[in-house]
């Protein structure tokens, strides 16, 4: 399986902005459905934003609004633009393809080493 490699994390304070991206070599990232995940400390791993083939988008509440995914085909690579952001974002944000199971989108490849984002004064 292609693993991803997540890039774009930083520090950052709150009401600041990061772009993150989602590349793999080999892989057709950008023209496949894919999500970004994030998992803060002692909490589990969840979605937060993901794009379809298509290019719509769903989010996830806490994020609609202040976040935009997107793909870029030609570079076979996911971004995720985040604004506004607030302490709560702060976790280790991943990106993964995703499959429907069951009426529920889930990641179906390997996961990357993810890009850390800390959102502090």
């Known amino acids: 399986q292609v693993q991803p490699v997540e890039s774009g994390g930083g520090l950052v304070r709150p009401g600041g902005s990061l772009r993150l991206s989602c590349a793999a070599s080999?892989?057709?990232?950008?023209?496949?459905?894919m999500g970004w995940y994030r998992q803060a400390p002692g909490k589990q791993r969840e979605m937060v934003a993901r794009?379809?083939?298509?290019?719509?988008?769903v989010y996830a509440p806490s994020v609609k609004g202040r976040f935009t995914i997107s793909s870029d085909t030609a570079k076979n690579t996911v971004y995720l633009q985040m604004n506004s952001l607030v302490p709560e974002d702060t976790a280790v944000y991943y990106c993964?393809?995703?499959?429907?199971?069951?009426?529920?989108?889930?990641?179906?490849?390997?996961w990357g080493q993810g890009t850390q984002v800390t959102v502090s004064p």
């Open positions: 794009v379809a083939n298509s290019g719509s988008a």
């Open positions: 080999g892989s057709d990232f950008g023209s496949i459905p």
């Open positions: 993964n393809t995703l499959v429907l199971r069951g009426g529920f989108w889930n990641a179906a490849g390997s």
